[in-house]
């Protein structure tokens, strides 16, 4: 990218392209501490979706860092995968209990337990607790086949009618996950997950998206340029009204 520090719209999706991962974090912590101080100014607390991956770690540290009253803050999570413990390194909860939650202590912490006896009872309360509990803001990256959550192509659904479902985890996000240094191998990389559904995450009143790396630059040009489809899921983000994206320049180099 010829400037660096470029900001335009596609769509009603506001595209902020950072001069690096480190500043894309920081930007991003930046607009999701004003989000979530606005909402607390409003009504005296604010519920959050987190993310996790290594796309996410620039971002998370930042926010860790900002001046928020977390004491007022509910926090939630994406995704998560079935029958994997707390204590396991591919963990989301043990993700970000790690590199956030045990260090600002939330008013609550809501996290999916992949280990539950009964998952589908424990996706139902999910439900019942994002219900009540409506998103201020989501934080969310962009997988390499673009997925948001773990919204695969082939399990995407814009109109889902539930709010958390188990979905089938295609080969590209499979990879991923191993390339990304989460699991030893391929055959120990799980085949499904609980994830969010699209309109989950569409239902919060401000999304933002932070996708840094240079494997990531396909997936940005399908959000941005292909058709709205779930062929790239993130997609959709262009039909939010109040979505912002921070790229790196690796990540926006084929826009």
């Known amino acids: 990218m010829h400037n660096h520090r470029h900001t335009f719209r596609k769509g009603k999706l506001e595209v902020r392209i950072c001069k690096s991962e480190e500043e894309a974090g920081n930007r991003a912590a930046d607009f999701v501490e004003q989000e979530l101080n606005a909402a607390i100014m409003e009504r005296g607390s604010a519920n959050l979706i987190l993310a996790t991956g290594t796309s996410q770690f620039s971002f998370i540290k930042a926010l860790k860092d900002k001046n928020l009253d977390w004491g007022k803050i509910r926090v939630f999570h994406l995704d998560e ?6 204590s396991h390194p591919a963990s989301f909860r043990h993700y970000l209990r790690e590199r956030i939650l045990d260090s600002v202590q939330p008013a609550e912490v809501h996290l999916i337990n992949g280990d539950a006896e009964n998952l ?7 439900e019942g607790l994002l219900i009540n509990h409506p998103t201020d803001v989501a934080c ?80 940005v040009h399908g959000t941005l340029n292909g058709p709205i489809s779930t062929s790239c899921p993130a997609s959709i983000l262009r039909d939010h009204p109040r979505v912002m994206l921070f790229l790196d320049p690796d990540s926006a180099s084929e826009i």
Request: net charge negative.
């Open 81 to 86: 995968y079935p029958g994997i413990s707390e």
């Open 120 to 126: 589908e009872e424990e996706i139902g309360m999910y």
């Open 140 to 219: 969310i990256g962009i997988g390499e086949n673009g997925h948001i959550a773990f919204n695969d192509p082939a399990v995407a659904d814009f109109t889902d009618p539930r709010l958390v479902k188990i979905v089938s985890l295609d080969e590209a996000c499979r990879m991923q996950q191993l390339g990304e240094g989460w699991f030893p191998s391929l055959e120990d990389v799980p085949k499904v997950a609980i994830t969010l559904t699209i309109p989950a995450i569409m239902k919060s009143r401000t999304i933002s998206c932070v996708v840094p790396h240079k494997r990531k630059s396909r997936a």
